[in-house]
DNA sequence: TATGAGATCAACT
DNA sequence: GTTGATCTCATAC
């Protein structure tokens, strides 16, 4: 753990396609809770099925502001989804954390949870963010490379599989959506 | 195993 | 009034 390399908003600072797979592996922590990242998505604001496309309201903005920040969402009235803003300020894309390997903290989100079964304590982004206490009020807006949050970079190149995002209705056929081969924690199983 | 509804709120038409 | 980057539980096969 105290070898790994903290990630800065340089790295954020690129393209979401480039940004999106080279965080497949990463170990994400909240207070020292997570795991490592074992599936994401890419959103950019040319894509219709981002919240940034057709232009910035009051819910996206720290979607158009500097990369490097936490962007959090209610979503379905319920959950909370956390993303990473990407690219240089303006260009409102950003990563979308929808799974990640648990592996630090495991009884803190349990006990948030309300569940022992590890594999659904993250495998889904409204399930990360519950186990990770990921809230809009405390995370919104706030930069990754300070406390709580700690993004460590990977030491080994996972093997990566690519794919169709999941539960939007517009450019469905986009495959931006990037996980672990063979992970048992993705919240969706890759098409072959 | 598979499908369906409910929860619950902000953006959008 | 409808939809959405979702999850859980109930009911049906």
């Known amino acids: 753990m105290a070898k790994a390399q903290q990630l800065k908003p340089a790295f954020f600072a690129r393209s979401v396609h480039r940004v999106a797979p080279e965080l497949i592996g990463a170990t994400l922590l909240v207070d020292g809770v997570g795991g490592v990242i074992a599936e994401v998505e890419a959103y950019h604001h040319t894509d219709p099925a981002a919240h940034s496309f057709g232009g910035q309201t009051e819910r996206n903005a720290v979607m158009f502001g500097p990369p490097g920040f936490a962007y959090v969402y209610r979503s379905y009235g319920i959950h909370w989804c956390l ?85 939007i209705s517009k450019a469905i056929e986009l495959p931006w959506r ?4 063979g992970s048992h924690y993705l919240s969706k199983p890759f098409p072959i």
Do not use: W
Request: aromatic content about 4%; glycine content about 10%.
């Open 83 to 167: 993303n990473f803003v990407c690219e240089p300020e303006g260009s409102a894309s950003a990563v979308l954390i929808r799974a990640i390997e648990p592996t630090e903290g495991l009884a803190v989100m349990r006990r948030r949870r309300g569940l022992k079964e590890e594999r659904l304590l993250c495998s889904g982004p409204g399930r990360l963010a519950q186990a990770l206490g990921v809230t809009h009020a405390k995370h919104n807006a706030k930069r990754l490379d300070r406390a709580p949050f700690q993004i460590l970079a990977r030491e080994s190149k996972p093997e990566l599989v690519a794919g169709p995002r999941i539960g």
């Open 178 to 181: 990037y996980g672990i081969k």
